[in-house]
């Protein structure tokens, strides 16, 4: 079963702080991708990344930006966090063509 | 303009009964893949099933199977004789460009079903 880890199931931090989402996926997969859920909203993509330090824009990446420094790991950064983060992230990962989407738990952020 | 529409935000349906979550999807790109997700209250998302805009039949997964109408371009979910396990929220996604590296993938705002013993 592929296995895609977020480093933290709740986190709370301060307004102005610099944030970091971890996630790591064990199956080799060369598509990583961070959502954000809000309610009525589903999820929305914030960057997406199809190799090693390639990434691209999602539909909000505005207030964020992402590393991709290995093929397994894809890491998340609120440069400075602000209350309209405040929300839960998904990492995911995928092999390219027709296959689906592999989640992690997921992260409360809250940012106060 | 919104891409995936799923109409229900909540549902009931009673334990045993079938019910169906609607999806209409919109994209002018020949290649794309449908897919819908499931997830509970603990916010882990699941995988339930697939169709592809190619595919000939609908897809079946156990007690899942997916409604597929190209010409409509809808896409609803089936869930035939519903267990208590079955209440969450699900999502209708699509993959446009499925040749392409994943752009495009875009998921609905979700519907939540609640089964009633």
């Known amino acids: 079963d592929v296995k895609v880890t977020q480093s933290s199931r709740y986190l709370v931090k301060r307004t102005g702080e610099k944030v970091f989402l971890e996630c790591v996926q064990d199956?080799?997969?060369?598509?990583m991708f961070w959502y954000r859920q809000d309610p009525g909203l589903g999820l929305r993509l914030i960057y997406f990344?199809?190799?090693?330090?390639?990434?691209e824009k999602g539909d909000i990446p505005e207030g964020y930006s992402v590393s991709r420094e290995k093929k397994e790991r894809f890491s998340l950064i609120l440069e400075s966090a602000s209350t309209n983060q405040t929300s839960m992230y998904l990492c995911?990962?995928?092999?390219?063509?027709?296959?689906?989407?592999?989640f992690g738990n997921g992260t409360r952020l809250t940012v106060t | 303009a919104q891409k995936i529409t799923q109409t229900q935000p909540g549902m009931f349906v009673q334990e045993k009964e079938a019910v169906t979550l609607d999806c209409t999807y919109d994209?002018?790109?020949?290649?794309?893949?449908l897919f819908w997700y499931k997830q509970p209250s603990s916010g882990e998302m699941i995988f339930l099933i697939y169709?592809?805009?190619?595919?000939?039949q609908n897809a079946t997964e156990g007690r899942y199977s997916l409604n597929f109408q190209k010409a409509r371009k809808s896409a609803n979910l089936v869930i035939s004789a519903s267990q208590l396990g079955d209440s969450a929220m699900y999502f209708c996604?699509?993959?446009?460009?499925?040749?392409?590296?994943?752009?495009?993938?875009?998921f609905g705002p979700g519907t939540r079903l609640s089964v009633l013993p």
């Open positions: 996604a699509m993959r446009e460009g499925l040749a392409n590296y994943g752009q495009n993938f875009v």
């Open positions: 169709q592809g805009s190619y595919d000939q």
């Open positions: 994209t002018s790109d020949p290649s794309y893949g």
């Open positions: 995911a990962s995928s092999v390219t063509g027709s296959w689906p989407l592999h």
């Open positions: 990344s199809y190799d090693v330090k390639m990434k």
């Open positions: 199956m080799d997969h060369e598509n």
